[in-house]
């Protein structure tokens, strides 16, 4: 697919399958998701990686939020945000970048987080799905998922939506054929992709007005 890989983060297999389309937060999960969740690194042992024999510290902002901590050097980022985080919007699908459901931004751009080492996250800013409301109010994208059913289970729609708001800010949803095909990467056992095109569409006129 198209979706932009993370280079630093060695990410490129995340999107080199070709698929047809989508993912996302569920109703409920989504709600879970949609607001605004308070950082707190969890205080747990780090083991350490076994090349060097020591965590590795970093800081980084996650949702605006600026976080020091130390990491294993080995764990992903997916695992970082899910199990020291708590941010359990991001979902972990496949674990091997061939889902989508695990996406997030790094640096603005959609990156597999179960394929980027949370140590290489150092000095940047991730955005997960937890980060895209303001406030009380839903991102464009997030109410355009909901207005146009675009989800079932709701398992793949955080990693749905945070690829979608990358398809309208990086000017690939120009049409039908582009959002496909950006979209690729993110599969729905649902067979949601009806809806969540027509979602796309609708949030890349909002967010372009
Ligand atoms: S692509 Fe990361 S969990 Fe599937
Ligand atoms: S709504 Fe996409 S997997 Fe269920």
Do not use: W
Request: glycine fraction near 10%; charge should be negative.
């Amino acid at each position: 697919m198209d979706k932009e890989t993370d280079p630093d983060c060695n990410n490129d297999a995340a999107f080199t399958v070709k698929r047809r389309t989508v993912l996302g937060v569920g109703a409920g999960a989504t709600a879970a998701g949609l607001l605004p969740v308070r950082l707190e690194a969890q205080e747990q042992p780090v083991a350490a990686a076994p090349e060097n024999g020591t965590p590795t510290h970093i800081s980084f902002q996650v949702n605006g939020e600026q976080i020091a901590m130390d990491v294993d050097a080995r764990a992903s980022l997916l695992d970082l945000l899910r199990e020291r985080l708590a941010l359990t919007g991001t979902k972990k699908g496949c674990d091997h970048g061939q889902c989508g459901a695990c996406t997030v931004h790094l640096d603005g751009r959609p990156v597999s987080s179960c394929l980027t080492l949370a140590a290489k996250v150092d000095g940047r800013e991730v955005t997960t799905i937890e980060g895209l409301a303001r406030g009380g109010d839903l991102h464009p994208m997030q109410q355009a998922f909901i207005d146009n059913d675009a989800l079932q289970c709701g398992y793949c729609t955080p990693g749905q939506i945070m690829s979608a708001v990358a398809c309208v800010t990086q000017g690939h949803a120009t049409d039908p054929d582009a959002i496909r095909e950006f979209m690729s990467g993110n599969i729905c056992r649902c067979g949601a992709y009806v809806g969540i095109l027509a979602a796309v569409l609708q949030a890349a006129e909002t967010m372009e007005g």
